[in-house]
């Protein structure tokens, strides 16, 4: 073991300061000082001045008075000679401790502090540059240097992503400074708030995830912050600086699984304090001085009465100076503190050491309540809180949706007081309820309306399928032109009809009255071809009462009782013209006073908005048709109708027509009002809700009827 001064001495190494954040969370825990006397610089050695400083062991520091007398023993956590090496005053000062525990979320500082040119920055980043570009060597790198490489070795091992920041800032003449900004000399406020405590406002932290980013972050820092030349020191730091490391730990880390983290590591290099008259301060240099010694002298004082339990629980003047507000939660807080207290050895600067290690002596008693850093917690709290609320809120909701309807609603019918019970919300519950229902319905009937329209189309098509088949049937000689002849639509004879325009209305029965539905089609519905009512249609000024008016006059000529042949009887007798004819979709009317007509022109898409009259047209041309061929085999008119009609095709109306000789003409002729008689009645039982005959069976509602 080592002897110095007469007594055994041990180097300290490793984490002396083993207090250091080792008390369960939320304990009072010391700050723990270290001190550390520099050797002699190249001035005082040339002064040949003597070391009054004598460390006596690895704890204690003995002071010989000037001019002889009895030693004055001074203890500390760590007590570092003038020959310890940057290394080992990293290894023993505990800064290694503050890391892990900065890690674990806890708000860390380690500070430095003495007299001008006692060694504080040379503690904390090593010696200044010697020149431009030059960088300190590895060896003679301070406590902050080594501390980054301890702490990013530490993210590394740790194996979750953690989030590492850095600001730099420093407090020059009561002014604090971004040294991180491109405008460092912009001033910038200290604020407060519950949930953080005292910050400076629109300070810029700049993430960094390995050393050479924060290295670059603090020599960018260095090279802004105010330095002078003054007597005692050539490189003299002007402002107190604050270098923090916010270190933002997800869920899931080791030290802390359950919760998020925010620890933070601050290096402070304080301004030394300075006698004025010993620094030869004039000008700037005095301001400065000034400024700097009474910001330390705050600090003492806040760190005096932080001694004392009963002032602690009152009041601490940390509002003197921005350095006591930004060192608050460090001193007296929540934080965990490490001061490195630098002292000359110096005979000359004995009165500012002997201050100096009264100042650390008095810190070293001040403790913290260690806690780990939450800048939520506050929130949370009043989370909670509101959580709490908004649970009872919906309770009281729920009881009374479940309350049944009546009973609800005859309490909303009662007396006042039970209508000024139901609060604002307990209604508008009530109507987004009965809102819902009201959707629901309406998708319901919504729903309902597809399918009716769907069956409805269907039906339409059905329709247009007997219609075509009764029209096949009636004009089986008529060669269907083929742009028309599958089609799935009615095909009157008015839409095939060319040159309508120049042929008269293709009217097949006599007019029933004189209003305008005698110029329509009876088919189709179209007005006829230079009937007045197609003008007033052009026109667009025809109403819909006519066409319903003239369904109800047609199909009341059908009605039970009502004869048809009272009908007929004012009728033609019919021809229809078949492929032999040159104008195959033209029907004639054999009658002398009524000329060969052309149905009208094709209504287009206004067939299918009337199915339902549609439907009662359909229904009195098959009742035409079939009392007209009735009427023609019975009065023995058929024989005079074969020489202009065409022969009939055999089979089906989709098999091509054959021409040809015709064997038997009246044969054929029975043979094919037979097959029409069953069409007709067919279409007649389909359409009259009677008892589908056995072939009509297998025609499904909804299911088209297949072809003819
Ligand atoms: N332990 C040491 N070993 C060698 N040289 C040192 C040591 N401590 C300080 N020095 C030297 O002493 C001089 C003053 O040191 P430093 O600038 O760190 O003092 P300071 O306390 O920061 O002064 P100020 O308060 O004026 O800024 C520097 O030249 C520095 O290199």
């Not at 003054?230 to 730990?249: G, K, M, P, W, Y």
């Not at 932080?306 to 939660?329: E, G, V």
Request: glycine share 8%; aromatic share 6%.
């Amino acid at each position: 073991m080592e002897v110095r001064n007469g007594e055994p001495f041990q180097c300290p190494t490793g984490n002396q300061p083993q207090a250091l954040g080792e008390r369960a969370e939320g304990m009072e825990t010391p700050i723990q000082v270290v001190l550390r006397v520099r050797p002699m610089n190249q001035a005082e050695l040339r002064r040949g001045e003597q070391s009054v400083l004598h460390c006596s062991g690895p704890r204690t520091l003995r002071v010989s008075p000037l001019g002889g007398g009895q030693d004055v023993a001074f203890h500390f956590s760590v007590v570092m000679d003038g020959a310890r090496t940057q290394d080992e005053v990293f290894q023993g000062s505990g800064v290694q401790r503050l890391v892990e525990l900065a890690l674990r979320g806890f708000s860390c500082t380690a500070f430095t502090f003495g007299q001008t040119g006692s060694g504080k920055t040379y503690t904390l980043t090593g010696p200044s540059p010697q020149g431009e570009g030059e960088t300190v060597p590895p060896s003679l790198t301070g406590l902050m240097q080594r501390s980054f490489a301890c702490l990013l070795d530490k993210v590394q091992n740790v194996g979750t992503p953690i989030t590492l920041s850095a600001s730099y800032l420093e407090i020059y003449n009561e002014q604090v400074r971004d040294l991180l900004s491109q405008r460092p000399h912009h001033h910038l406020p200290v604020r407060w708030n519950k949930t953080r405590g005292f910050y400076v406002e629109k300070l810029k932290a700049v993430k960094f995830g390995t050393f050479e980013e924060v290295m670059e972050l603090l020599l960018e820092g260095l090279r802004r912050r105010r330095s002078s030349a003054h007597s005692l020191n050539e490189v003299s730091s002007r402002s107190h600086a604050l270098f923090t490391i916010h270190i933002q730990c997800p869920v899931g880390c080791p030290s802390r699984p359950k919760e998020q983290t925010f620890g933070k590591l601050c290096f402070v290099d304080l301004a030394g304090s300075e006698k004025v008259a010993a620094t030869c301060s004039r000008g700037e240099l005095m301001l400065e001085a000034s400024n700097i010694n009474r910001s330390l002298l705050a600090l003492g004082h806040c760190i005096s009465l932080l001694l004392d339990p009963r002032q602690k629980k009152n009041h601490i003047p940390y509002r003197d100076s921005k350095l006591t507000r930004l060192l608050a939660d460090s001193l007296g807080g929540s934080g965990i503190t490490l001061m490195v207290a630098c002292v000359s050895p110096s005979a000359q600067s004995l009165p500012e050491t002997l201050n100096t290690l009264r100042y650390a002596s008095r810190a070293q008693r001040v403790t913290t309540r260690a806690m780990p850093k939450d800048p939520l917690g506050p929130q949370r709290l009043g989370l909670e809180e509101e959580i709490q609320q908004l649970r009872q809120e919906n309770l009281m909701l729920k009881q009374m949706l479940e309350q049944p309807l009546g009973h609800r609603a005859s309490r909303r019918k009662g007396s006042r007081s039970g209508w000024a019970e139901r609060s604002l919300y307990g209604m508008l519950q009530e109507f987004m309820l009965e809102n819902q229902q009201l959707r629901e319905e309406k998708h319901q009937l919504r729903s309902s309306r597809d399918c009716a329209q769907k069956e409805k189309q269907v039906l339409v098509q059905q329709l247009n399928e007997l219609n075509r088949r009764l029209l096949c049937s009636a004009g089986r000689s008529v060669r269907c032109p083929p742009q028309h002849f599958c089609s799935p639509s009615l095909l009157c004879p008015c839409s095939v009809s060319p040159g309508h325009c120049q042929t008269p209305a293709c009217h097949v029965l006599p007019p029933l009255c004189s209003c305008h539905c005698n110029q329509l089609c009876l088919l189709c519905y179209a007005p006829c071809a230079g009937s007045q009512l197609r003008q007033d249609q052009a026109n667009q000024k025809e109403s819909t009462a006519d066409l319903k008016h003239y369904i109800n006059r047609r199909e009341g000529s059908l009605l039970p009782g009502y004869l048809p042949s009272q009908i007929f009887s004012e009728l033609p007798p019919l021809h229809v013209f078949g492929a032999q004819t040159k104008t195959p979709w033209k029907m004639e009317v054999s009658s002398p006073q009524v000329q060969t007509q052309t149905i009208a022109p094709p209504p287009g898409p206004n067939l299918k908005e009337h199915p339902v009259k549609r439907k009662s047209s359909e229904w009195a041309w098959a009742h035409f048709l079939a009392e007209t061929l009735a009427k023609e085999e019975t009065s023995g008119r058929a024989s005079q109708v074969m020489p202009s009609a065409p022969p009939l095709p055999q089979g089906p109306c989709s098999t091509p027509w054959r021409p040809g000789g015709v064997p038997s003409a009246s044969r054929m002729l029975e043979e094919e009002l037979e097959v029409l008689r069953d069409q007709i009645d067919c279409t007649l039982h389909l359409g009259q809700g009677k008892p589908p005959s056995s072939q009509e069976k297998h025609f499904g509602s909804g299911q088209h009827l297949p072809p003819c």
